[in-house]
């Protein structure tokens, strides 16, 4: 193989030790499990959302402007942040630079009054006719052109003095251009005894453009016998633009957020050293070496060359960090690439982790000053969790995690036959997706158990969603920040847990009727990581080739009268029967058409149950649902798949949480190990 590296693939040691002091998971056979090898995390890139939500929270920028141009991420083991998956490509690079540049400059921009720029005609130069006095004469058809640069998008005045030489039978006609495209066309009639003015109002872009104006009837009769009537020409005396007009000034807060201090004068280096390295600290989330922030200021020193002011040099330096790869990828270096020993992370490359785990963003100033202190270890570093859970950007923790284990993600792409359910709207959609993420905040805010997530007798709705499950909101408890939605009871109803989630019922049923197989297969690959075997090549999945007369159950269970069918089927199809209650769309129903409705159900093992409730306790009781949560946690959290190797870490990571809340599992898992260490790789033939 040569000296090429597999990442992640050599044995791990992994044993156990009798006796002694240290944390650690007991287990079977006494002692204590020893995890030596924390593993390592492949170089990775700010997926599109911590992009976003980095530019928020370093320049203010809430239109989410990567989400707008950079690709979908590519997605490994279930989540949208895996290292080994992240590409980067010519694309990425010229989004990041746009909303970048787009973040910083409605940050920074100031203020920009109107001003006019006057073009004297006489002045200007044209492939067509020629100077004369204070004039140009345009003698036949063609353009007089004037560059620009423009200082910002909004709106303009373009203005101009003509006359016409008038001859023939029409008078003079002129087109006002912008960069060869007519905005105008007039007619001329004016002498030079009465000069004419001609205005337009338009918008356009900042950057360079070009101005003109363009003579369009030439007349010349040389044998007309009156002298003033055998030529025809345009006289132009000015060109001028005045604007910019509707030019929105950067919020002060976010300008003041940025610019730490204002530049005394247009060549204040001082200040814009101060800027630039409170910036470029806090977006590489490290402290910068002065040779670095030396070379970012070489790019004041070129806008100050160029006459164009200190505040386009800060601009100019800042684009340069958020295009840095200091700033893109989540650096973490080890002092010898080569060896397989253990290390702790360097406390900023641990403050990243943590925070793009918990937020999704760029560390703040508390967790810098921490880091920059050393105290991220212990009692600090829970405390810092703490304190970070209750923070509202905790909700990345929701809709990075919780969104995507669960796949409630995929709500904003469910497509149900209209002619079946009419009454799915928008609203509805969008009101199931917030009763996900509600419901998972409540669990981790409240640092509910585990189990709350499949036995909660509680759930979140608002006044569409409690009218398609048939709940009544009452006096029930509005959610502070979530307007419209009330957290009810569901003790007497059908539901319970995440298991009769509108968002999961759907998002695992046809467009036209429910699957008891993707419902099962759910369940079995997202709580319990057992997921069954793809089906054999060749075999029909669809229920094309059973009875479609009758209930889905029984056209199932024929279906599994096939024995290359029946291996899976078996596993998932009970889960499923489970959950028939509901349809494709999450309401409750009796009656499948005609049929009753049978939801009871019987598990491989044995176990009957009836209906979403009895599955929900069995699934309380099975050990995997517990292991299978912490590995797709640990997996978000560490950007890396969790391998057989890890299942140390897994069990430590659960007793040290054992009988305690969501909030407490996260707690244990950034503690561990596999968070607060790596390890690098052996080269090996």
Known sequence: ??????????????????????????????????????????????????????????????????????????????????????????????????????????????????????????????????????????????????????????????????????????????????????????????????????????????????????????????????????????????????????????????????????????????????????????AWRRP????????????????????????????????????????????????????????????????????????????DAALLAAADAGRLTGQDLADQVTRMLADPRAIALVEGFADQWLYTRAVAELDPDYDLFPDFDDRLRAGMATEARLFFRDALQHNRPLTALLDADHTFVDERLAAHYGLEIGDAPEVADAPGFHQVDLAGTERVGLLTLGSVLSVTSYRTRTSPVRRGKWVLEQLMCSAPPPPPPNVETDLGNVDQSLPLRERLAQHREDP?????????????????????????????????????????????????GELSQILLGDRRFGRCYTTKLATFALGRGIEAADRCHVEAIQAASNGMGLADLVQALVQSPPFTHRRGEEERD
């Open 288 to 363: 910068v070496e002065l040779s670095e922030v030396n070379r970012l200021m070489g790019l004041v020193d070129l806008a100050l060359a160029e006459g164009d002011g200190v505040d386009q040099g800060i601009l100019l330096a800042l684009q340069a960090v958020l295009l840095s790869p200091h700033f893109i990828f989540k650096v973490e270096v080890d002092a010898d690439p080569t060896s397989t020993t253990p290390h702790p992370l360097a406390p900023h490359e641990l403050a990243t982790r943590l925070s793009y785990f918990l937020w999704g963003s760029t560390p």
């Open 1 to 282: 193989m040569g000296a090429a590296r597999r990442r992640g693939r050599w044995p791990r040691r992994c044993g156990r030790r009798r006796g002694g002091a240290g944390g650690g998971a007991g287990g079977a056979g006494g002692g204590e499990p020893v995890c030596a090898d924390p593993g390592r995390v492949t170089l990775r890139r700010l997926n599109r959302s911590e992009f976003d939500n980095s530019l928020r929270d370093l320049t203010g920028e809430t239109s989410r402007p990567g989400r707008q141009v950079l690709p979908d991420d590519d997605i490994g083991y279930g989540f949208d942040n895996i290292g080994d998956v992240l590409t980067t490509s010519a694309l990425h690079v010229e989004g990041w630079e746009g909303a970048g540049r787009l973040a910083l400059e409605n940050s920074l921009t100031a203020p920009i009054e109107p001003t006019v720029t006057t073009f004297e005609a006489e002045q200007l130069f044209s492939d067509v006719g020629a100077a004369n006095g204070d004039v140009w004469v345009l003698w036949s058809n063609g353009e007089l052109p004037a560059d620009v640069e423009l200082p910002a998008d909004g709106e303009y005045i373009f203005r101009v003095g003509a006359f016409g030489a008038q001859a023939g039978p029409a008078v003079v006609r002129m087109a006002l251009l912008l960069d060869g495209q007519e905005l105008a066309t007039v007619d001329v009639p004016e002498t030079r005894a009465n000069p004419g003015t001609y205005t337009h109002r338009f918008s356009t872009t900042a950057g360079p453009h070009t101005l003109a104006v363009a003579f369009l009837n030439d007349y010349y009769m040389p044998d007309d016998p009156d002298p003033a009537q055998r030529d025809r020409n345009l006289l132009v005396d000015y060109l001028e633009l005045e604007g910019p007009y509707g030019v929105a000034a950067a919020d002060p807060a976010r300008r003041a957020a940025l610019m730490i201090c204002e530049p005394a004068g247009p060549d204040d280096t001082e200040c814009a050293r101060l800027v630039i390295s409170d910036f470029a600290r806090r």
């Open 564 to 612: 290359t069918c029946a291996g899976c089927h078996d596993q998932m199809d009970p889960i499923g029967f489970g959950l028939e209650k509901f349809d494709a769309v999450g309401a409750f129903r009796l009656m499948e058409g005609p049929h009753p409705i049978d939801d009871s159900g019987q598990l491989p093992g044995g176990t009957p149950f009836a209906g979403a």
